[in-house]
């Protein structure tokens, strides 16, 4: 089972900043948090990843909550391009471990 | 970075026939790779994992027998819908895991889009 909850969908007015929660209460210290997305049709493409400290890219923020039990994805400025389905997916860093995809959280972002 | 090429993109078969999937990793060796299953509007779900040079490892409820996985070498693996009945049409995604650094989580190919008729 995915170890991950995330609300079903959300919308997003173009040019807001979207904020898209996820819940991972059971994560183990070990873990990380990886964020992913998946636009129609496509395989799911990388967008961020975090152990603790909030962390920034070129695509989006991840802002980690202090006992790691969640975690907020922020794209600071959504495109239409933006709308697509996100997965929050934990793992452990090291070795081969299965991604398990949760049921993640259509984003649709409004012209 | 790493890249993953997914062939073909879309496949159309006869039910009762064979669809072979390939999954070749361009530029790095890929050790590990997964093969997803997603139905419209659901999520990716896991089918078997693929080791190069070993036997893959199904999840529960796969049929290793119908869903035939050989990952021969360090950059393909092949998945083979065997005698495909249209309940197997579906979105079929492989993803990979470098021998190393892989940081940035496993890539993903673009999917294979499989209609059984």
């Known amino acids: 089972d995915a170890k991950t909850t995330q609300p079903p969908s959300m919308d997003c007015a173009e040019g807001r900043a979207a904020n898209l929660p996820c819940n991972h209460s059971?994560?183990?210290?070990?873990?990380?948090v990886y964020w992913y997305r998946q636009i129609h049709s496509q395989g799911p493409q990388y967008i961020i990843h975090?152990?603790?400290n909030n962390e920034t890219n070129e695509m989006a923020s991840l802002i980690i909550t202090e006992d790691r039990k969640s975690s907020t994805l922020i794209l600071p400025h959504a495109t239409l391009r933006d709308t697509a389905v996100y997965y929050c997916?934990?793992?452990?860093?090291?070795?081969?471990?299965?991604?398990?995809f949760g049921t993640g959280t259509r984003l649709k972002v409004l012209a | 970075g790493a890249v993953v090429s997914q062939h073909p993109s879309r496949v159309i078969c006869k039910s009762g026939t064979s669809v072979k999937i390939e999954c070749r990793s361009l530029?790095?060796?890929?050790?590990?790779m997964f093969w997803y299953r997603q139905f419209p509007k659901q999520s990716l779900m896991l089918m078997a994992t693929?080791?190069?040079?070993?036997?893959?490892?199904?999840e529960q409820g796969v049929e290793k027998d119908k869903f035939l996985i050989n990952h021969a070498s360090l950059t393909l693996s092949t998945l083979t819908v065997t005698s495909a009945h249209p309940e197997d049409s579906s979105f079929y995604i492989c993803?990979?895991?470098?021998?190393?650094?892989?940081?940035?989580?496993?890539?993903f190919g673009s999917g294979t889009r499989l209609t059984v008729v």
């Open positions: 530029d790095f060796q890929a050790t590990t």
């Open positions: 693929s080791n190069e040079g070993s036997k893959a490892t199904y």
């Open positions: 997916i934990v793992r452990v860093i090291q070795g081969t471990y299965k991604y398990i």
């Open positions: 975090g152990l603790k």
């Open positions: 993803s990979a895991r470098g021998s190393t650094g892989d940081r940035y989580g496993y890539t």
């Open positions: 059971t994560i183990s210290g070990n873990e990380y």
